[in-house]
């Protein structure tokens, strides 16, 4: 995603802490919880049991029935990091971090998504994981988990606990994201700020948003939402009407570092086939095509007098990529516009499989969406004229 000028995009998990120092933090500083006063409009009877025929009508729940029905397939993720040894004036000392999110149950033998920023901290793998799992009223179960696998490239992270330790395990059942529109209603249920098990409610605000992983990778068909997400809700489910999870949430986009209606969830078909490489092996593939380049817009594309306003710049060719393979070629010199140098000289990426390619997060969206040994065709202008290449993706080489 994108960093607009003044707006901070936050992971929404409660940020790592010292042991013993309750704070909560952004990724720009310390986020204030302020106290409001709030006037509630207390609703009659006869107007409630309106609105729940109408949703009932409709095949809809509501945001009361869904909590009912998914609260307690949703859980608290406590993670906790061990931080560096420093010498003090009585020894050697070390100190505990620790990171708030949330997680849902997806299978009767004990399985858990959630974020991998929730349980990983700049690649640092978190050292314990204990998930809250809640019971009637206020009590709750604590139950140590497993990380059965964490991948930074669509922010997903598995974890597993033992069925016999937990209490009844609620399994949400999963949606499918494809089919989600804007304007739908949906309800997120997880521990902003710390209040554990709170549900929020709003509609999708929007769809095909491309997120930024916390490598900085592209996550593609991300879904916005206006329903309230703050740090602590990462990883919990964003559930549409029907009850199934659709997302994972995972950012906001904020100005003041809270909550402003823009919050972001990894799509949960995306999650849904990380959990499968997860479950099986640890890790996931992603497909690679092996190429740098730069957004080329229409503004742009009129000052190097390119005859398209829309595309990828190729800047650079990974030797003995599929890229390199198929005969795409890279860049040969810098052109400075408006004090932002441009690699010129190279192909521009136009088009995969027919479909248009808008910037560089639009093409890296499109590969990510791809797999390993997969044949696609690039549409490519090369001095004035199009050209379509073929080029069989392999395998993403670990560190890229």
Known sequence: MRRFTSILLTFAAGAAVAVLVVVLLTLTGILPVKTVQTTVVKQTASSGATTTQAALSTGALTAEQIYK???????????????????????????????????????DQGYILTNAHVVSNNGQKADSVTVVFKGTGSTTTRVKAQIAGIDETSDVALLKVDPVQAPNLVVLPLGDSSKVEAGEAVVAIGNPLGYDFSVTSGIVSAT?????????????NGIQTDAAINEGNSGGPLIDSSGKVIGINEQIA????????????????????????????????????????????????????????QGVLVADVAGGSPAAKAGIKGGSQETLIQGQTYVTGGDVIEAIDGKAVTSAEDLAAVIMQH???????????????????????RQRPSGT
């Not at 095909?208 to 593609?220: F, K, T």
């Not at 949960?268 to 817009?297: E, H, N, P």
Request: glycine share 12%; hydrophobic share 35%; proline share 5%.
């Open 208 to 220: 095909n948003r491309n997120l930024q992983a916390p490598n900085g990778s592209v996550i593609p």
């Open 371 to 393: 797999k390993p040994g997969d044949t696609v065709t690039v549409t490519v202008l090369r001095g004035g004229s199009t050209q379509q290449l073929k080029a069989t993706l």
């Open 254 to 309: 904020s100005q003041s570092g809270g909550n402003q209606g823009l919050g972001f969830a990894v799509p949960i078909d995306t999650a849904a086939k990380v959990m499968a490489q997860l479950k099986t092996s640890g890790t996931v593939s992603y497909a690679y095509l092996g190429v740098s380049g730069q957004t080329l817009s229409a503004d742009i594309s009129k000052a190097l007098g390119v005859s398209v306003n």
């Open 69 to 107: 029905q998914d609260s307690a397939g949703v859980v608290e993720v406590l993670s906790a990091f061990s931080q560096s040894s420093s010498l003090s004036p009585y020894g050697p000392s070390s100190s505990t971090a620790q990171a708030l999110g949330s997680g849902f149950v997806v299978s």
